[in-house]
């Protein structure tokens, strides 16, 4: 096996071809608001968190992130590694299949340590899915960031997105794409976890390193939104909805 350090420069035809489509569509169809680019590591091993509100998210956040000079590997749900065409995109891209609810778990979980551990960024939704809050908040999180943080010991970058939703509904089938949609796109300085750093990984650790990681993303949809966010986020199992599928919730009409 090669020992050699894979950097986060490499871009496959795969990766390059969406980047040849989106990134011309986003521009002709957003206006951006992006913040917080120094807090951006230019390199080294970095978990990045995000709020996910629209199917649109991926681009979005992955424009701002291509204009800071960086490479995303996704946590992606391994259904659509089944899609024609987008299988191949995915593969040649060397994103990571999540396969929801199965043993094979564990291995996204090894394959993004693996990532991080060779200096590149892996990108995680930590709420598993879109949001299930009527309101659009950031919901209560999955503790897959914080494993993979406190694992490889990589900092953890909280971006909040606020406007994607706009272009496209959550679970929308048909975009919005004018007139133009002001797309808020910033990150917030990494979440302080060293306290916990070294600690065994039980349910403990993990659930107060996943609520900060969360407290940290709610924050900046809060100053983007100029709102409240609710006191306690929603929890799906709680509220009796499905936490995977799609889900037919009040329609945002924000």
Known sequence: MSTRRETDTR?????RL??????????????RDWRGAENLPAEGGLVLVSTHASEVDPLTLGHWVHAHGRVMRYLVKSSLFRVPLLGAILRDAEQIP?????????????SAVAAVRRGLMVVVFPE????RDPDLWPMRGKTGAARIALETGAPVVP????GPHRLLPRYGRVPRPFPRKTVHVWAGPPVDLDDL??????????????DRIMRALTAIVAEQ????PPTVPFDPKAAGVPETGRWTGREERR
Do not use: N
Request: with cysteine; proline share 3%.
């Open 11 to 15: 871009l496959g035809w795969g990766y």
């Open 18 to 31: 969406v980047l040849a489509v989106c990134i011309p569509l986003l521009r002709l169809t957003t206006r």
């Open 98 to 110: 999540v396969h929801r609810g199965g043993g094979d778990a564990a291995e996204a979980f090894r």
């Open 128 to 131: 598993g899915t879109l949001t």
């Open 159 to 162: 971006v909040g997105q606020w």
């Open 197 to 210: 750093r070294g600690r065994p990984l039980d349910q403990a650790v993990l659930t107060e390193a996943t």
């Open 225 to 228: 939104r100029g709102e409240t």
